[in-house]
Each structure stands twice: as structure tokens, then as C-alpha cells.
């Protein structure tokens, strides 16, 4: 037996003659446990009708071995084999896990199967890596990161789509198979590999939950099953084009890593252990040295009609307001008058700018701005000097008429000359300019995606990683912001050699409480994108006051997206406070316990965001009140025994109060006071424990 012990977490791993099987994932078991107790207590009855044996359900179950459910592997070679009977051959460990080595001599492949749980948040990694040991090809048609048994039913899925991403589903899983599947060539904004299984009802702070994310940014299946003895499983893989995974002989396969935890407090508890996860884990604490950087991003104020005093001006004002950085969106470079053109030619347009970016980047560091850049490197333009030397430099399919998107191309970078060329123009711009931040956009899905004739999704995706890793590797102080229409690349993997997310092209601050709280179940705070747009939406069109607009983004990592030469003074004057205390808060917001907040008023949303000493607390009316008065909000995640200061942050009407003070069990028990607000208006407090 193999035992993994992490954040208050013990995992147990019965071996046997084939992959070994999860017997326990729970709270932490004293040192000496009996094993021979736990294995007696993960066998199951064999019911009649069906192999002698029964069932085998392990981390890695197989037809070939009679599991008759959805298999974890799936293989097969020319000359019509498909059985695998995996066996067990070694183990060896790891820091914070183990690697389990399985083979069968008689399909001629070899698995290791890696399963870690890590330390201080109790996050499990599962990820499998398959070899061909054979003398003639094998197709891989499915192979699961691992197959992991399932104690409740009820499934919830992340679902949305363009400007409206990171919304759930729920479902029971009745019978059979619940299948959530993303063809789109990135993480998508209708099915990202995100999921929660848990108890029936589950909540934000109630309930055992088991959380799953696969960590991998192209095309991607969720699978999650109950089987015919009752039993149930859920499998997350990479999804591979027809004919796509092919390994020569001594190839090998190596899956995505499957991200679980496991909570006991509903989605507030995964978010406990995910949120700090992705903080010192994936991003590695590259981004906790120095603060996250406000920022002003040029799109919804100019598009694309770049002139360089007007965006002189605009970083006057946005310096005034207290921005950090300024990026300079889409528009800049060669020929760029619309989305139809130029993609592919990164250079500055000389009508623009004739002197280069060089005159507006000295004016915005003098204002003591940061410059960053927008590019989208994966893609070019049928009208573009890069495909007018190079138009067989995309993915293509022959001469196959292939679907576009936004009018563009998907350019090849699995051919070396394609990735370099594009490495090399990037290069000269990171190296003839300070640019700082690259928001790294990807615009389209991909269709058609062949390389030299041959399915190329997998090495697509990969070479995406290995161009912006290269791009890191020579300049290492730039951050890069993942964008892909939005909320469309957002995934663990992605952020292992990027700095945030843009959560979504929608800056309407109703539609953002939704987005954002989806997006704050598995990703933390200072990753998301989140900025004050204009009034009316570019999206929606709907007219929402500086107040909402501006708390909405003030949670995320926060930036201006809006023509600040519209606002009056007024308006200018209070985005700049609230900016200040933005930066007065940062280290509680992008480093403090988010916990969503339930409330009886379905047109309601309210989270906070808890530290040792401090707290805010937002309360967002999106549509009129169910109530005449709201019901007071029930407080989670504060000190029990300390007071609290409360002081409302934000002006209203009907407050009940504006400043109090009361202990965290009074506030979790009794609940806040809120004042009564119309639809697209928000309150926002801040709590200080005396120790403050």
C-alpha cells in the first residue's frame, strides 16, 4: 500500500497485480494505520449476471481486463490488437509522490502512472505517460490522466460562451455516462475543464465536494460515468483528432496532469486549497514580490484608430487616476486599419507611428507608467506580408476550404521556421523597447488543423507552450496576459508561463459577478482580468454607474478599459480613490481567502475576501430586489472571537449603518446589515479586527 499525506489529506493506494486502486482520500489518518484493514474495506461484492471476477475499478481500468464502462486506455495496432492487460511491475517515489510502473509484455506497452498530493494545500495530481514498446505503430485513440471513483452524483460542469463564460450546470448522474467535450483548439468558453462533484444541494460553504481541473489548453474530454453495479468514476483526457496519436516504436504519450481536491465546506473549502495552489505552485510565487500593476488598456477607448497625441492624452489622464501600466491594444503595427489585415507583421505601422512606439513609450514611462503591448502571435492574415511570402505557413488541410474566424488564419508553429520567424519578431520588439506586459491574444477556433498532412491539434498546443517559454526564457521580466476572446484559455497549464487571465470581453459589471465568481472557484484573484469599462457596455449595450462598474473590477487584478476623457471630473475623482484604495487593499486581495457568500435574493451576489487582521465585503444587486429589504449577510471566514470595525466603503441611500463594530461569530451569526439597493448598485465594506 501506498500512502500520500498533504494539507491536512491522506491518500491510500492499494497495489495489487494490475494499476492499484484508490481505497481512501480523506482527512488525515494517524501515522500507523491498518492496511490490511483499508484494502478488506475497498472490495466490493461481485453481482451475479455478469465476469466471475467482477468489475475491476482502478486508476487505470481497461476493457482487456473486463471493466465494461468507460476504459481509462484505449489502443490499438494495424493488425487489429486492441486488448492491453496492464500489470503491475515497481514503484519508486518522488518529492510528494509516487510513480507506478505498469506494463503488458503481451501489447507491447509500458504506463507509468505518477500520483502526488501536494504538502501545504492537499491538491492531488494524477498523470499517466504511455510507451510503445513495440516494433510497429500504435494508435492511441483515449487515455485518461487516471479514472478516479466517485462517492456522490451530483455533477457540475462549467458552461457559458463568448462575453459570458465561467457559468455551471448541474445535473444527477443517473445512469451511464455524462460526456463534457471541447473541440475548439483552447480551453473554450463553453467547456472548460473545469468540474465540482459533490453531495446532492451542495453550496458554497456546504457540502463534501471533489474538484477537478485537466490541465491543458487545447481540446479536452470530461467523462463521468455510473456503472452498471452502481459504482461511479470520473476520467478527464486530452481529445485527439481522428488518426492523431500515433506512436512509432519507443514513442510515448504523456497526458495532461488532472488537478483534484477534495472539501468538506462546499466549493469554498476546494477554492481554500485551490486558490493557494496556483499561487505557489503553478505560478511558483513569480508574482508575489511586487504588486499587481493597475492598468489602462487602450481597446474600448480608441479600437483601432491609433494617433499619437490622442493616446498621449489618454495616458495623461490614466496616470492621473492612478494606472500603472499602459497597454497599448490592437491597432499598432503594420497596416492594422481593421480586423481583416496584417496579422503576422509585427511592426510598428509607419503611418501611425512614424518614429516607431518609441516617442509613446518614452511619454508613458515618464509619467511613470509601465508599457505593455498587445499581440496574437498563433495567428495571420490572408492579407499580411507574412502569408504573402509564406501562405502555406498555416494549419491546412490540403486544399480544403476551411471555416475562419474573425477573417484570420491559424498559423503552423508546429515547422520550426514558422515558430522562429515569429519568435524573431517578437524578440526585436522585447529587445528594442522596455516592454514589460505582452497580452497574448488567440482570436479564433481552430478548424482544420493539420500540419505536412498529418492531425495536428496535440503538437499545436505544444508548440504554443514551447514559443511563449522560449519568449520567457529571453526576456524574463515580461509578463504575459493569456487572452483568447475573453475568458477562452484559462487553465493551470497556461498559467504555468503566463501571469493572468483575461477573464472576458465583457466589461458590463452585472454580467462580471457572475463571470468573475465562476472564474474565482478554481483560479485566484490577482489572475483575473477584471477592468472599468464605459457606460454603455461595448458588449451588452446596458448603462451602469461608475460605482458598480468600478467595484466590480476592484476585486480582480484591476485595470481601465474605458475613453477616461468621457467621464466628467467627478467621475475621474472617484475612480482615482478608488483605485487608491485598491492599492491601499492589494495585499489582501490578491493574497486573502475568497469565499462566495449565498443569499436569499436570487438577484443578489455577495462574496469576501478574508485576512488575518481585515476584510471586504461586496454585496451586488444585479435586478430588482426580491424584498423590500434585503435579509441581513451572514458572514463567513472572520475570527470568531475578534471585533470588528465595519465601515461602508460606498455611498447609499437607506444604510442601516455606516459604521458599527461587532465580533466575527456576531457577524456570522446575526449577519451584516445592508443597506436597500436598486438594481446595478453594490455596497462594499471593510472590516479591521482591533488588531489591524
Request: proline share 6%; aromatic share 8%.
Amino acid at each position: 500500500m501506498l500512502r500520500l499525506d498533504g494539507g491536512g489529506e491522506t491518500l491510500l493506494l492499494v497495489l495489487g497485480e494490475g494499476p492499484p486502486t484508490l481505497a481512501y482520500w480523506g482527512p488525515r489518518l494517524p501515522a500507523a494505520v491498518d492496511e490490511a484493514g483499508a484494502a478488506a474495506l475497498s472490495a466490493r461484492a461481485i453481482p451475479g449476471g455478469g465476469l466471475d471476477g467482477g468489475e475491476t475499478f482502478d486508476l487505470m481500468p481497461e476493457a482487456g481486463r473486463g471493466f465494461t464502462g468507460h476504459p481509462a486506455l484505449e489502443v490499438h495496432r494495424a493488425g487489429g490488437g486492441f486488448i492491453t492487460q496492464l500489470g503491475f511491475v515497481e514503484t519508486s517515489a518522488f518529492d510528494g509522490g509516487h510513480e507506478i510502473r505498469l506494463a503488458d509484455p503481451g501489447a507491447s506497452v509500458e504506463l507509468a502512472l505518477r500520483v502526488a498530493l501536494d504538502a501545504e494545500t492537499g491538491v492531488a495530481s494524477f498523470q499517466s505517460r504511455l510507451v510503445n514498446l513495440g516494433v510497429d505503430a500504435l494508435h492511441l485513440t483515449w487515455m485518461a490522466s487516471a479514472a478516479l471513483p466517485l462517492g456522490h452524483d451530483e455533477v457540475m460542469l462549467f458552461d457559458g460562451r463568448w462575453a459570458k463564460e465561467f457559468g455551471t450546470v448541474r445535473q444527477r448522474l443517473a445512469s451511464g455516462l455524462v460526456v463534457k467535450e471541447n473541440r475548439t483548439g483552447r480551453t473554450s468558453h463553453h467547456a472548460p475543464p473545469f468540474a465540482a462533484v459533490g453531495a446532492p444541494g451542495f453550496g458554497e460553504a456546504v457540502g463534501e465536494v471533489l474538484g477537478l481541473h485537466l490541465a491543458w489548453s487545447g481540446d479536452q474530454r470530461l467523462v463521468f460515468e455510473r456503472l452498471r453495479d452502481g459504482r461511479m468514476q470520473a476520467q478527464a483526457g486530452e481529445l485527439f483528432l481522428p488518426g492523431e496519436m500515433v506512436l512509432a516504436p519507443g514513442e510515448a504519450y504523456e497526458t495532461p496532469a488532472l488537478y483534484a481536491a477534495r472539501s468538506e465546506t462546499g466549493l469554498n473549502g476546494l477554492s481554500d486549497r485551490f486558490h493557494p495552489f496556483v499561487r505557489h505552485r503553478i505560478l511558483g510565487g513569480r508574482r508575489e514580490a511586487r504588486p499587481r500593476p493597475v492598468h489602462f488598456n487602450t481597446w474600448e477607448a480608441v479600437y483601432f484608430r491609433h494617433e499619437l497625441e490622442e493616446l498621449k492624452s489618454l495616458a495623461d489622464l490614466a496616470a492621473g487616476v492612478g494606472a500603472e501600466r499602459f497597454v497599448l491594444d490592437d491597432g499598432w503595427f503594420e497596416g492594422r486599419g481593421d480586423d481583416t489585415t496584417s496579422l503576422g507583421d509585427w511592426r510598428p505601422d509607419r503611418r501611425k507611428y512614424p518614429d516607431g512606439l518609441g516617442p509613446l513609450i518614452d511619454h508613458v514611462r515618464g509619467l511613470g507608467l509601465e508599457f505593455g503591448l498587445w499581440v496574437e502571435p498563433e495567428m495571420a492574415n490572408a492579407k499580411s506580408a507574412l502569408l504573402a511570402a509564406h501562405p502555406d505557413w498555416t494549419l491546412h488541410a490540403g486544399t480544403r476550404v476551411q471555416p475562419l474566424g474573425r477573417g484570420q488564419y491559424v498559423l503552423d508553429l508546429t515547422r520550426p521556421e514558422v515558430a522562429g520567424n515569429i519568435f524573431a519578431q517578437l524578440d526585436a520588439l522585447l529587445a528594442a523597447h522596455p516592454i514589460s506586459y505582452l497580452k497574448w491574444d488567440m482570436n479564433r477556433d481552430l478548424t482544420h488543423a493539420a500540419s505536412l498532412g498529418r492531425p495536428a491539434g496535440h503538437r499545436q498546443t505544444r508548440a504554443v507552450y514551447a514559443l511563449i517559454d522560449r519568449l520567457r526564457a529571453a526576456h524574463p521580466g515580461v509578463e504575459i496576459e493569456s487572452c483568447a476572446s475573453g475568458g477562452g484559455r484559462a487553465d493551470f497549464e497556461i498559467l504555468k508561463r503566463t501571469d493572468r487571465i483575461w477573464t472576458s470581453d465583457s466589461n458590463d459589471p452585472l454580467d462580471r459577478q457572475d463571470i468573475q465568481r465562476g472564474f474565482s472557484i478554481f483560479l485566484p484573484p490577482e489572475t483575473m482580468g477584471a477592468h472599468v469599462g464605459p457606460s454603455p457596455s461595448h458588449t451588452t449595450g446596458r448603462r451602469a454607474s461608475l460605482t458598480i462598474r468600478a467595484w466590480t473590477a476592484f476585486f480582480g487584478h484591476m485595470g481601465i478599459e474605458a475613453d477616461v476623457r468621457d467621464f466628467s471630473d467627478a467621475e475621474r475623482a472617484r475612480l482615482a480613490e478608488i483605485i487608491a484604495l485598491h492599492k491601499r487593499f492589494r495585499p489582501l486581495l490578491h493574497g486573502g481567502r475568497t469565499l462566495r457568500l449565498e443569499v436569499p435574493d436570487p438577484a443578489a451576489r455577495a462574496f469576501l475576501v478574508a485576512g488575518e487582521t481585515q476584510a471586504l465585503v461586496s454585496y451586488a444587486q444585479l435586478a430588482t430586489p426580491a424584498t423590500a429589504s434585503p435579509a441581513p449577510l451572514r458572514l463567513r471566514g472572520l475570527a470568531p472571537d475578534a471585533d470588528y470595525r465595519i465601515r461602508l466603503l460606498t455611498p447609499a441611500r437607506r444604510a442601516p449603518l455606516s459604521e458599527a463594530t461587532a465580533s466575527g461569530q456576531l457577524l456570522e451569526t446575526i449577519g451584516l446589515p445592508l443597506p436597500i439597493l436598486r438594481a446595478g448598485e453594490i455596497a462594499v465594506f471593510h472590516l479591521a479586527s482591533r488588531e489591524a
